[in-house]
């Protein structure tokens, strides 16, 4: 199960966060700094893995952002890998080319975008085609 996924660019601001299990407001800004120094200071020769707490951080690095998951211990960090990397595949469909500013300025639409791929701390759809085409539908409903 994803406990919480984050974007953060390398200042460590956060410029998303969901979480799928409730914390604290003081708790998950704690959770904030300790994933962002964990994971910026990391040597990029190491795997993109690494434990958190009781369970373990999954992250990849796009120019100056880094995508977090945290997930159970026992979960396939692979998929998970793939899935961060769909995700922003399907921002940079959007998007055209995601920066920071897009995540910024068009919250409302990155997270849609998360809730259509992840649903209650599960992996929902892992077609690129598929979640585009539902994003699709979506916007014209709007």
Known sequence: MIRFILLQNRQGK??????YVPLEESEKHKVEYEVHRLVVNR???FTNFVEFRTHKVIYRRYAGL?????VD???NELAYLESIHLFVEILDHFFSNV????LVFNFHKVYLILDEFILAGELQETSKKAI??????????E
């Open 14 to 19: 956060t410029r998303l966060a969901k979480y």
């Open 43 to 45: 040597d990029p020769k």
């Open 66 to 70: 880094f995508f977090s998951l945290c």
């Open 73 to 75: 211990i026992t979960d």
């Open 99 to 102: 920066c920071e500013l897009d």
């Open 132 to 141: 585009i085409e539902r994003m699709g539908e979506l916007e014209k409903q």
